[in-house]
């Protein structure tokens, strides 16, 4: 059974930064696309960033330059970097694995942007 669990969601203040974890386990993990997606309150849930198996990256162009995605093979783990967070970064966070037939996804980690 493939499982996904974020962690490192909390409340920062705007220019601050926060990492998100996520550990998958029961998963061809070496060979999976990751992903993060975010869904504000009230709103669709939207994509932010992906890492493919060859550690090719792509970002949703608010989060350039101020977001990072990267993935450990060996830990099974997949991070997200966030840099000088805006208020409009506020949002639950979801993990994804794709590319293996079916989608899996986490049940998310919020993150709060304000003064």
């Known amino acids: 059974q493939v499982q996904l669990v974020e962690s490192g969601g909390g409340l920062v203040q705007p220019g601050g930064s926060l990492r998100l974890s996520c550990t998958v386990s029961?998963?061809?993990?070496?060979?999976?696309?990751m992903a993060w997606h975010r869904q504000p309150t009230g709103k669709q849930r939207e994509f932010v960033a992906i890492?493919?198996?060859?550690?090719?990256?792509n970002y949703i162009h608010s989060v350039r330059g101020r977001f990072a995605i990267s993935r450990d093979n060996a830990q099974h783990t997949v991070w997200l970097q966030m840099d000088n967070l805006k208020p409009e970064d506020t949002a639950v966070y979801y993990c994804?694995?794709?590319?293996?037939?079916?989608?899996?996804w986490g049940r998310g980690t919020e993150v709060t942007v304000s003064s």
């Open positions: 994804g694995l794709l590319g293996l037939g079916t989608d899996y």
């Open positions: 029961g998963s061809n993990f070496i060979f999976a696309t």
């Open positions: 890492i493919y198996n060859d550690f090719t990256t």
